[in-house]
C-alpha cells in the first residue's frame, strides 16, 4: 500500500525529450523567421516620418547648443582681451575704427529693409566650375583613384575585403542658389534683433559682432557612387565564409540653408581672416540606396541596409557641417602682388622672355643667333655702300655746279657773261 502510494506521489513530465526538441526547433524557427521578415524585410517608414524624425533630433541638438551658450555668458565678467602693446608709426595714419554699422551705411545696406537676391550671377560662376571638375575627371582618374584609396585606407575593418569602385556619376545639374540675405550675429552666430543690433553696431570689428550672409540651396541630380566588396567571417578560423556585397547610393534631392561669414584677423595672435560656412539644420537630404547581397541566392534592395548607410551618412554630414559645427577656411592675403601678375607683359619683359626662351634650346638658338649676325652684317654692308654712293653723288654735283658756274676764258670779267649748260661755245 505504501509502495502504490509512493508510485502515485511520483509525477511523470509533461513532455518528452522528443517532443521538447521539437518545440524548441520550432520557436528557434519562428524567431528566426519574425526577424527575418521584421527586422531584414520589414516595411521602413515613409521619408516624411523619417525626415520630420531628423529635423527635430537636429532641431533639439541646435536649441540646446545654443541655451549652453546663453548660460555660459557672463557679460558683467567679461574681461577684454589683452593685445600687445606695440609703439605705433606716426606716418601711417590710422582711420577711424571700422563697425558694422558703419560698412552698412557706406554700402546703402539696410540688414531690416533689404530685400533677397537672386544670385543669378553667382550661380552662373558656380555652374562653370563645376562643369569644369567635371570635364577634368572625365579625362583624369584622380578623383577615381582618391575614392579608392579613402576608402581601403588603414582604417577599414578586419571583416571588409577590398572596396573597389564600380560607378562614378558626376551629376549633371547645378545647385541653385537664391534669398540671399545679409543679417547680424554675435560672435557665436546667434542672430542679434533689431534692438540689440542697433546697440551694438557701433562696436569695432572683430568684437563680437559681424554679418552674416545666409542664401537657400537646391540641388537636384543623381550623384552615384556604386562599390562592392566582401563580407569575410573570420571565426573559429580566417576565411570560414565570404559574403559577397554590392551598394550604390545616389543623392537625388539636397535643400536647406547656407550660412557664410569672415571671421577678421587677430594680428596680436597672428591669424589671418577666415570664411566660416555651416548649414542650418533644417535641411533635406534625400538619397536612393540599392544593394545586392550574395552570389548563387541574392538578396535585392534590403530596406534595414538601406536605412543603417543612409542614417551613418546623415551623421557623417551633421557632423561636419550643421550647426553648431562649422568649417573654417584661412583666405590668402588679397594685397596684390607682382608674383601673382598674369597677362600684359611689356615688350622689354616679352623679348627678354623670348630670348631667355629660345637660349633654353641650343641648336635653335645658335642658328637664331647666326642668323641674326648675317642680317645685321648685311644691314651695316648695305648702310655704308649706300653713304658711299650718296657722298660720291653729292661731290660730283657739287663739282659739277662750280665747273658750270666757272668763268669762260678771261672775257668773263668784261663781258660778264657764264658758259650755261647745253649752249655751245661762242654762242
Same mark, same amino acid.
Given at each position: ?16 525529450? @522528443? ?54 555668458? @557672463? ?12 609703439? +605705433? ?74 572596396? +573597389?569602385?564600380?560607378?562614378? @556619376? ?133 530596406? +534595414? ?59 635653335? @638658338? ?62
Amino acid at each position: 500500500m505504501a509502495a502504490s502510494d509512493m508510485c502515485s506521489a511520483t509525477r511523470e513530465p509533461a513532455l518528452s525529450f @522528443t517532443q521538447g526538441l521539437i518545440v524548441g526547433q520550432i520557436s528557434v524557427v519562428l524567431l528566426i523567421a519574425a526577424f527575418i521578415k521584421f527586422f531584414i524585410f520589414g516595411d521602413p517608414p515613409s521619408a516624411e516620418v523619417t525626415a520630420a524624425a531628423r529635423a527635430s533630433e537636429r532641431r533639439s541638438r541646435t536649441l540646446a547648443h545654443k541655451e549652453s551658450l546663453l548660460t555660459l555668458r @557672463t557679460p558683467n565678467l567679461r574681461q577684454p582681451q589683452q593685445t600687445l602693446n606695440r609703439k +605705433k608709426s606716426t606716418v601711417l595714419r590710422n582711420p577711424p575704427a571700422l563697425t558694422i554699422g558703419s560698412i552698412l551705411n557706406k554700402t546703402y545696406y539696410n540688414v531690416d529693409s533689404h530685400q533677397p537676391e537672386s544670385l543669378d550671377w553667382f550661380n552662373v560662376l558656380i555652374a562653370q566650375t563645376i562643369a569644369q571638375a567635371r570635364s577634368d575627371a572625365q579625362h583624369d582618374d584622380a578623383i577615381l583613384n582618391s575614392l579608392n584609396k579613402a576608402l581601403n585606407n588603414g582604417a577599414r575593418p578586419d571583416f571588409l575585403d577590398e572596396i +573597389k569602385v564600380t560607378e562614378l @556619376t558626376l551629376g549633371e545639374d547645378f545647385p541653385i542658389l537664391s534669398n540671399c540675405r545679409v543679417i547680424p550675429v554675435d560672435e557665436d552666430g546667434i542672430g542679434l534683433d533689431e534692438h540689440e543690433f542697433h546697440a551694438k553696431s557701433s562696436q569695432p570689428m572683430g568684437e563680437g559682432t559681424r554679418l552674416q550672409a545666409r542664401m537657400d540651396v537646391d540641388l537636384s541630380d543623381m550623384i552615384t557612387l556604386a562599390i562592392e566588396t566582401k563580407l569575410l567571417l573570420n571565426y573559429p578560423k580566417r576565411l570560414t565564409a565570404v559574403l559577397p556585397v554590392a551598394l550604390a547610393v545616389s543623392i537625388v534631392r539636397f535643400s536647406g540653408t547656407l550660412s557664410i561669414s569672415f571671421i577678421p584677423s587677430n594680428p596680436s595672435q597672428s591669424t589671418p581672416t577666415m570664411m566660416r560656412f555651416y548649414f542650418l539644420d533644417d535641411y533635406r537630404l534625400e538619397f536612393s540606396i540599392r544593394s545586392l547581397v550574395g552570389s548563387r541566392s541574392r538578396l535585392q534592395d534590403v530596406p +534595414k541596409i538601406a536605412q543603417i548607410v543612409e542614417a551613418r551618412l546623415h551623421r557623417w554630414f551633421d557632423e561636419r557641417a550643421v550647426e553648431p559645427r562649422f568649417q573654417e577656411i584661412a583666405l590668402p592675403s588679397l594685397w596684390p602682388r607682382k608674383k601673382n601678375t598674369r597677362g600684359g607683359e611689356d615688350p622689354l619683359d616679352a623679348a627678354s622672355a623670348a630670348g631667355s626662351a629660345s637660349a633654353s634650346a641650343a641648336g635653335s @638658338t645658335n642658328m637664331g643667333k647666326g642668323k641674326s649676325r648675317e642680317t645685321a652684317r648685311d644691314l651695316r654692308d648695305e648702310t655704308a655702300s649706300w653713304k658711299e654712293v650718296h657722298a660720291e653723288s653729292s661731290a660730283r654735283a657739287a663739282s659739277d655746279h662750280l665747273r658750270y658756274r666757272r668763268t669762260r676764258g678771261g672775257d668773263a670779267s668784261s663781258t660778264g657773261e657764264y658758259s650755261m649748260p647745253g649752249s655751245y661755245l661762242g654762242t
